[in-house]
């Protein structure tokens, strides 16, 4: 296992320019996701990394080596795929050796490192099946099972989980994880799926647009979102963001409430804002200061997740309790105070000044 360190990285298609000057540093055995939305550059960068995609400018080292110009069987990397990329034709057996195979390395060590991977996967019993033979779980601990026995110092993962259903996809992120950590190996992780990112990482690179907007451990980008884009993008159901202005009091909600600000902490009077508020801090209170109208709700078992209408705007409410309540109800909601996030209404960016 080894470092990863990527510098001003960029990549373009002609006169298109996907990936804008990327820097990022990945420590020997961390798990480091690469999330947003389809189109954000996150798979274009891993393959960058994998040799995959040419370099346009910037570059790619791999513990002390800059591996730009390294063709990708020499860069000691090994990629899961979406579509598990395995050969039909060949059993499980043979799909996880034929790399081995290729490099020229003896029968007895490739019988051993197949036969390794296989117990830690629990593939022992399907060794001899062919990919068509089975589910997609196991195809895809088939390729994991073909990076494992490579013993790289990177692995590389492109929305591995994509093609599996919802049950299949949390166990399946719960085994990959403890297989990187028992492996110590350092993982770069790409997904669009922002609960797979806060589940799985060390630590997560938010990217649009072809770059970053902020890098951290998954809770402190939760808890701490440095512009609107993280604070809607991470979080499900997402953080709620409405426009506010500020008053002498404090801040005029859409619906016409008033919430409450300490003196010091208050905006210029006027001043635009855009209120942030996570679901789950939002509870039912008769003298609350949000004024809403619920819209849909839905009972999950668990939790009770609440559409609301607030002055036009919309807005989410989680709850733990099980309330008997439907659309058209009236209800007032209160806040955390002290966990509340103010963005700047033109640059979307965070203004810690007013609230912490």
Avoid at 32 to 55: D, H, I, Y
């Amino acid at each position: 296992m080894s470092h990863v360190e990527i510098r001003d990285l960029r990549k373009t298609y002609g006169a298109i320019d996907v990936v804008h000057g990327i820097d990022v540093d990945i420590d020997q055995g961390e798990f480091v996701v690469l999330v947003g939305p389809s189109g954000c550059g996150k798979s274009t960068l891993l393959r960058m990394v994998a040799g995959l995609e040419e370099v346009s400018s910037g570059a790619i080292s791999i513990g002390a080596r800059v591996v730009n110009e390294v063709a990708p069987k020499d860069r000691d990397i090994a990629m899961v795929f979406q579509n598990y990329a395995l050969y039909p034709q060949m059993t499980v057996a043979q799909n996880m050796s034929f790399a081995l195979e290729l490099a020229g390395q003896g029968k007895a060590e490739i019988a051993e490192k197949v036969s390794r991977a296989a117990e830690i996967l629990g593939l022992g019993p399907l060794l001899e099946r062919k990919p068509a033979a089975l589910s997609g779980g196991q195809r895809q601990r088939v390729a994991m099972g073909r990076a494992i026995v490579r013993d790289p110092q990177v692995f590389l993962f492109d929305e591995p989980l994509s093609n599996l259903d919802a049950k299949l996809r949390v166990q399946m992120r719960a085994e990959i994880k403890a297989l990187c950590s028992r492996l110590g190996t350092t993982t770069i992780y790409v997904t669009h799926d922002q609960v797979e990112a806060m589940t799985m990482a060390d630590k997560i690179v938010v990217l649009n647009g072809g770059r970053i907007e902020q890098v951290g451990r998954p809770l402190d980008l939760y808890d701490n979102p440095r512009n609107v884009f993280v604070a809607g993008f991470l979080g499900s159901p997402a953080m709620n963001l409405w426009p506010v202005e500020a008053v002498p009091e404090g801040l005029r909600l859409p619906g016409g409430g008033i919430l409450p600000l300490p003196a010091d902490r208050r905006p210029p009077i006027g001043t635009k804002l855009t209120l942030g508020i996570r679901p789950e801090l939002l509870a039912p209170d008769p003298n609350g200061p949000i004024r809403a109208t619920v819209t849909l709700v839905e009972p999950t078992g668990s939790e009770t997740i609440i559409a609301v209408d607030i002055g036009g705007e919309q807005g989410t409410v989680l709850l733990k309790d099980r309330l008997d309540m439907a659309a058209g109800h009236e209800i007032r909601l209160s806040p955390v105070l002290d966990r509340l996030h103010l963005f700047d209404t033109q640059s979307g960016e965070v203004l810690s000044t007013y609230v912490e």
